[in-house]
């Protein structure tokens, strides 16, 4: 079970930081990822992250602004977003993979999903 918190409306250049509760044992065995839909688009992979090595990962237009980590005492995945901007109002999702190494943002390939929280960027 995935359960996503933190969302909320913030102001144009404001931050956030969303959670993403899982457990210990998942951690050690899934690699966990970030996406988001926005109104009328497509869900999009922003950020991942595995424990062995802790390997990370970026969706390029985020990649200067948003930070993934993880702690693994509490089993949470953090998603730290600054310099926010209207385009990034969308519902976020946190994902689990099922992987050894690495971790992906491509959609089909998680195993586990949230059920998304909603960030909203005023301008």
């Known amino acids: 079970q995935l359960v996503e918190s933190g969302g909320g409306l913030v102001q144009l250049g404001g931050s956030l930081r969303l959670s993403c509760a899982v457990s210990?044992?998942?951690?050690?065995?899934?690699?966990i990822s970030w996406f988001r839909q926005a109104p009328g688009k497509e869900r999009e992979g922003l950020s991942c992250?595995?424990?062995?090595?802790?390997?990370?990962g970026y969706l390029g237009t985020v990649k200067d602004r948003f930070t993934i980590s993880r702690d693994d005492t509490t089993g949470t995945v953090y998603l730290q977003m600054n310099s926010l901007k209207p385009d990034d109002t969308a519902v976020y999702f946190c994902?689990?993979?099922?992987?050894?190494?690495?971790?992906?943002?491509?959609?089909?390939?998680?195993?586990?999903w949230g059920k998304g929280v909603l960030v909203t960027v005023s301008s």
């Open positions: 994902a689990a993979d099922l992987r050894d190494f690495g971790c992906s943002v491509t959609l089909n390939e998680m195993d586990y």
């Open positions: 210990i044992s998942t951690l050690e065995k899934y690699a």
């Open positions: 992250i595995n424990s062995d090595p802790k390997s990370t």
